[in-house]
């Protein structure tokens, strides 16, 4: 899930949220000065997901202390600005998708962790359109909230892989779901 910032003098930016796998002051001060903690609309992606799939070298969309990527572009830095390098994790802010996965459409390095939205242009004109692949996940993987509790999020959630290589490594991942090839990989 995505977080949104107003940033004085540059505007709204997001973040998507990572799993935070312990506590400690350093992280949990950080977070509190960062987000309100009983905030209940933030999600943090499970790094089970992540370790599944394999190492990333970018996430335009991360947190500094959570390790999804080697570098990690956080607030407020905005990801979309940025020149990306190597093989991108991407989970895009979920009310705004769209440019960030039009942008990795174009980069062609990465996979991406997206709400099952087949009903929108982006969804098919950059996902199922661009991507080599694309992985189902059967059932809803479980989030955290900052507060550490467990949740589900509203849908289910699709991996598009961008790049023979990555559209490879989400065949063979082992997640339970169902592996769909869009361009012949």
């Not at 607030?75 to 979920?94: C, F, I």
């Not at 769209?98 to 996979?111: A, R, V």
């Not at 694309?134 to 989030?143: A, I, Q, V």
């Not at 559209?167 to 869009?182: H, P, R, T």
Request: proline share 6%; with cysteine.
């Amino acid at each position: 899930m995505v977080v949104f910032f107003i940033v004085p003098n540059v505007g709204i930016r997001a973040v998507s949220m990572a799993f935070i796998p312990c506590y400690t002051p350093f992280l949990i001060t950080k977070l509190i000065n960062m987000h309100k903690i009983e905030d209940k609309n933030i999600t943090l992606t499970p790094l089970s997901l992540i370790d599944k799939i394999g190492v990333f070298d970018y996430d335009p969309c991360g947190l500094e202390f959570h390790k999804t990527a080697n570098k990690i572009i956080s607030l407020p830095t905005d990801g979309l600005l940025e020149e990306w390098k190597g093989k991108v994790w991407l989970n895009p802010p979920y009310s705004n998708p769209k440019p960030f996965i039009k942008k990795l459409s174009e980069y062609g390095n990465g996979i991406a962790l997206v709400l099952n939205s087949t009903d929108t242009v982006w969804f098919q004109e950059y996902g199922l359109k661009k991507a080599d692949a694309m992985f189902l996940l059967k059932g809803r993987p479980k989030f955290t909230r900052l507060d550490m509790t467990e949740v589900s999020i509203m849908r289910g959630v699709v991996l598009f892989a961008y790049g023979k290589d990555n559209a490879l490594k989400l065949k063979d991942c082992g997640l339970k779901g169902y592996y769909v090839s869009l361009n012949g990989v």
